[in-house]
């Protein structure tokens, strides 16, 4: 995961220090599915209408017209925007990326009539801190700290939130480079309830979701661990497995698909919270695990997970996951067994058929009570409307939307672009990776994009500052290599302290920070006077 430091988010915004230094700086704090539109309380408010062509006309004589809804959708409700002069900002996506925009926009200084109106729309109630989902697992966090809900981090806020999903996107700026000068709107989103959103500036930041299609039987028997339901269901179902499993001679199989970032942490996590009654079985297409990972993090990492007797599978990928019973019934006699015949007593356990990606390897299969799904993502740029082609957004083979320098998408004036929605590239042409430090540090500039967009002023090109990387090994553990101190690995409990402190600091908002930041406080000192407890208990016993 991203390493987040507190100096290093002051050092990421250097270029904003500079142009609002002069005493006017200001401290920069700041999808479950449904059909249903819920509005926060507010002004805004839903109406109907027949047409929106005066919201869609063009202010300059002579501009070309700009496209007008078919009939079926002049009936649509449309959102009502509290103020009809000052700017329009949605922002699609309430992950790292969009929050932290529009919390960003919400904290700078504006000229009255241009501080503009912030619609965020994301398909969740709350907001996910992706990073510590682990802890959920091990239970290290409850989960309001780490998923607060959109309603309570923007009570104090100018920022109008709507839970929805997006359905179509139909932008009118690509009518020319100067659209913005021309015409009053944007463009329009369409969400899955059935509203109508007209917008002046857009962001796109709807992040990503696990790829599991690629590998048949990997979408009906794999979990993926991305979203908060995601590691919600996967806890639900090893305490089911814990349940069953007691007491009982036959182990808890855990395989975990992957060997990046996720996929160890996943290991590294669920074998601390199995101990001996568990055995996680680790596989990667790469001969090595965390291959991108720096040095330290990784020698850490095998060093954790060759402590807990994480069996690590590499050099394969995974075939085909199929049922246990399935299998049975159709045959196959070259399922691997070990041990007695566990189909009968558990009809929910699974095979994967492992193949050799390099030489002197032979393919293999593998029984599990759980197979986990680590491998591939997929950006959730939504469909764009049937058009003509220049109506559409210019995507890359990812689905990501091809951005310039400043985070605007490409032949697209209103529209900003980031995370994993976006497909940017360094300065040695590298892509960036879709991690949450590089959404941190793209919020900060799309939202000083947008304030000089709509003042008039020079946009900043996004630049990346790789701060370093950090990882959880488990309740206790963890490992950080700052990028500003060469060869240096923090690990072990000061590692963990180090982590935990880092994503405390980057938590959305003040008062948020000041809640968790208590009730960790709280648990620390819990866990200490247990642990002397233990250990006086232990000394006592012994004399």
Same mark, same amino acid.
């Given at each position: 995961?991203?390493?987040?430091?507190?100096?290093?988010?002051?050092?990421?915004?250097?270029?904003? =220090?500079?142009?609002?230094?002069?005493? !006017?700086?200001?401290?920069?704090?700041?999808?479950? $599915?449904?059909?249903?539109?819920?509005?926060?309380?507010?002004?805004?408010?839903?109406?109907?209408?027949?047409?929106?062509?005066?919201?869609?006309?063009?202010?300059?004589?002579?501009?070309?017209?700009?496209?007008?809804?078919?009939?079926?959708?002049?009936?649509?409700?449309?959102?009502?925007?509290?103020?009809?002069? @000052?700017?329009?900002?949605?922002?699609?996506?309430?992950?790292?990326?969009?929050?932290?925009?529009?919390?960003?926009?919400?904290?700078?200084?504006?000229?009255?009539?241009?501080?503009?109106?912030?619609?965020?729309?994301?398909?969740?109630?709350?907001?996910?801190?992706? $990073? !510590?989902?682990?802890?959920?697992?091990?239970?290290?966090?409850?989960?309001?700290?780490?998923?607060?809900?959109?309603?309570?981090?923007?009570? =104090?806020?100018?920022?109008?939130?709507?839970?929805?999903?997006?359905?179509?996107?139909?932008?009118?700026?690509?009518?020319? !480079? =100067?659209?913005?000068?021309?015409?009053?709107?944007?463009?329009?989103?369409?969400?899955?309830?059935?509203?109508?959103?007209?917008?002046?500036?857009?962001?796109?930041?709807?992040?990503?979701?696990?790829?599991?299609?690629?590998?048949?039987?990997?979408?009906?028997?794999?979990?993926?661990?991305?979203?908060?339901?995601?590691?919600?269901?996967?806890?639900?179902?090893?305490?089911?497995?814990?349940?069953?499993?007691?007491?009982?001679?036959?182990?808890?199989?855990?395989?975990?698909?992957?060997?990046?970032?996720?996929?160890?942490?996943?290991?590294?996590?669920?074998?601390?919270?199995?101990?001996?009654?568990?055995?996680?079985?680790?596989?990667?297409?790469?001969?090595?695990?965390?291959?991108?990972? $720096?040095?330290?993090?990784?020698?850490?990492?095998?060093?954790?997970?060759?402590?807990?007797?994480?069996?690590?599978?590499?050099?394969?990928?995974?075939?085909?996951?199929?049922?246990?019973?399935?299998?049975?019934?159709?045959?196959?006699?070259?399922?691997?067994? %070990?041990?007695?015949?566990?189909?009968?007593? =558990?009809?929910?356990?699974?095979?994967? %058929?492992?193949?050799?990606?390099?030489?002197?390897?032979?393919?293999?299969?593998?029984?599990?009570?759980?197979?986990?799904?680590?491998?591939?993502? @997929?950006?959730?740029?939504? %469909?764009? %409307? $049937?058009?003509? @082609?220049?109506?559409?957004?210019?995507?890359?083979?990812?689905?990501?939307?091809?951005?310039?320098?400043?985070?605007?998408?490409?032949?697209?004036?209103?529209?900003?672009?980031?995370?994993?929605?976006?497909?940017?590239?360094?300065?040695?042409?590298?892509?960036?990776?879709?991690?949450?430090?590089?959404?941190?540090?793209?919020?900060?500039?799309?939202?000083?994009?947008?304030?000089?967009?709509?003042?008039?002023?020079?946009?900043?090109?996004?630049?990346?500052?790789?701060?370093?990387?950090? !990882?959880?090994?488990?309740?206790?553990?963890?490992?950080?290599?700052?990028?500003?101190?060469?060869?240096?690995?923090?690990?072990?409990?000061?590692?963990?302290?180090?982590?935990?402190?880092?994503?405390?600091?980057?938590?959305?908002?003040?008062?948020?920070?000041?809640?968790?930041?208590?009730?960790?406080?709280? @648990?620390?000192?819990?866990?200490?006077?247990?642990?002397?407890?233990?250990?006086?208990?232990?000394?006592?016993?012994?004399?």
């Amino acid at each position: 995961m991203a390493f987040v430091a507190y100096s290093a988010s002051i050092t990421a915004l250097l270029p904003f =220090n500079r142009i609002f230094s002069g005493g !006017m700086g200001k401290k920069w704090n700041r999808l479950s $599915p449904g059909y249903s539109a819920r509005l926060r309380a507010g002004p805004s408010a839903l109406s109907r209408t027949s047409s929106f062509s005066s919201a869609a006309a063009g202010k300059a004589g002579g501009a070309p017209p700009l496209p007008q809804l078919s009939e079926a959708d002049k009936t649509l409700p449309i959102y009502t925007w509290p103020h009809k002069k @000052k700017p329009r900002v949605c922002i699609l996506g309430g992950g790292f990326g969009g929050l932290y925009t529009a919390l960003r926009l919400e904290s700078l200084l504006w000229p009255e009539d241009k501080k503009p109106q912030v619609l965020l729309v994301d398909q969740s109630e709350r907001f996910v801190f992706k $990073p !510590m989902l682990y802890e959920l697992l091990s239970g290290e966090v409850d989960e309001w700290e780490i998923a607060p809900r959109f309603s309570e981090l923007l009570a =104090n806020t100018g920022v109008e939130f709507l839970q929805d999903r997006v359905k179509l996107l139909h932008p009118f700026d690509h009518w020319g !480079m =100067n659209g913005h000068k021309q015409s009053s709107c944007g463009g329009t989103v369409l969400l899955e309830s059935g509203l109508l959103i007209e917008y002046d500036w857009l962001v796109l930041a709807l992040g990503a979701e696990a790829k599991l299609d690629v590998v048949p039987g990997a979408l009906e028997f794999a979990l993926p661990f991305s979203t908060l339901e995601d590691a919600c269901r996967v806890d639900e179902k090893l305490k089911t497995l814990e349940r069953t499993k007691f007491g009982k001679d036959s182990f808890i199989r855990v395989a975990v698909v992957g060997c990046g970032y996720s996929g160890v942490e996943l290991a590294a996590t669920i074998s601390e919270r199995l101990q001996d009654r568990g055995i996680v079985q680790a596989i990667n297409v790469e001969s090595t695990i965390c291959p991108t990972a $720096p040095t330290g993090n990784r020698e850490a990492a095998l060093k954790v997970l060759s402590s807990r007797k994480v069996q690590l599978l590499l050099g394969y990928f995974v075939r085909c996951i199929q049922r246990v019973s399935d299998v049975e019934a159709s045959g196959d006699a070259t399922v691997i067994r %070990e041990g007695k015949d566990i189909a009968k007593q =558990n009809s929910e356990k699974y095979v994967l %058929e492992l193949q050799p990606a390099e030489k002197g390897l032979e393919s293999q299969n593998l029984e599990a009570d759980l197979v986990l799904w680590t491998v591939g993502s @997929k950006p959730l740029l939504p %469909e764009l %409307e $049937p058009c003509d @082609k220049p109506h559409e957004l210019p995507l890359n083979a990812r689905g990501q939307a091809e951005t310039d320098e400043t985070l605007r998408v490409k032949g697209h004036p209103r529209i900003f672009a980031l995370g994993d929605s976006a497909s940017l590239r360094d300065s040695t042409g590298k892509l960036l990776p879709a991690t949450a430090q590089v959404a941190f540090q793209q919020a900060d500039f799309a939202s000083w994009n947008l304030w000089a967009a709509i003042n008039h002023r020079p946009l900043l090109p996004f630049r990346f500052q790789n701060l370093g990387e950090m !990882m959880t090994l488990g309740r206790n553990d963890a490992a950080i290599s700052p990028s500003f101190v060469d060869g240096l690995t923090l690990e072990g409990p000061i590692g963990h302290a180090a982590r935990k402190l880092a994503y405390l600091i980057r938590l959305p908002t003040e008062e948020h920070r000041f809640k968790v930041g208590l009730s960790w406080f709280a @648990k620390s000192a819990v866990d200490s006077v247990a642990l002397l407890q233990s250990t006086l208990t232990k000394v006592l016993s012994g004399t």
